[in-house]
């Protein structure tokens, strides 16, 4: 590939794999056993406060954030209010806090491999290549983006229930049949917004996708992509309370997730314009 070929151009399958797929792989698990085994990461894990009483995060009570000892109800409160008096077995508590762990570093990961997709662009027009309508390196990234979110909703089932697809309405519906709008509610919401996103943009995705729907189509619809990397951060916000802990890694790292990508989108706008710019002087 020349110097001056915009980066992930490329559809070859066997570079593909070789140069995207492997080494998106080996990346995503390296991060995944730093999430599981650095002690800080494990330490404030989840949860970061309570999500059940109140439409924002806000921090525990004496009550904890499950609200026992108070009125709050959540998805967990399955008779109505009332809590479980089941005590879990010390494997199962082992299990849980394991499945809780993995579930928050699959999110970071997917939203690490999300704002990669939004970076890649601005990076073509950093190093003065082309920005083509379909990009191969982007589109591969933002399949392990997918990989990930998908492995982290499934794994998310688990955490606040049995897994089993009867419990999914639990997540989003109250007993009396209106909807969540706790911040539990509100980060399973955007939680499933962005789920149908990505799995929509993963299904277009493709060669006869861009074929079938056209290069200008299905650009306009691969911008949902900006969409979606603000709902994973609302879901992050809502759902683990992320921005409570000013000094927690998780907020750290949603910090610069959302830093690196505004200032990579601001620099890729800013040379666009320049560039276009400078086309029409040269037409003129």
Known sequence: MGSNQPLGTSGELRRRFLRHHVPLAFASAV????FMRLPLFEANVYPHGDLFSGTFPQERGE?????????HTGPMDHGGGQTSTHTPSPDQIRHRSFTRQFTVATGYVALGLLGLTLLIG????????????????????GTWASVGSVVHVILGLQVHGSGQIRDFLNYFVAPDGSPWLNSFGLGNWTGLAALVIVVGLLAISSDVALRKLKARRWKRLQHLNYALFALVIAHAFFYYGALLRVTSPFTLL?????IVVFVGQAVGVWLW???SSRSAATVA
Do not use: K, Q
């Open 31 to 34: 991060v995944l056993v730093l």
């Open 63 to 71: 009550g904890g954030a499950m609200g026992h000892g108070g009125d």
């Open 122 to 141: 601005p990076a073509n027009l950093l190093l003065r290549r082309r920005n083509p309508v379909s990009n191969y390196l982007s589109r591969d990234v």
């Open 254 to 258: 949603l910090g610069l997730s959302v």
């Open 273 to 275: 314009r320049r560039r």
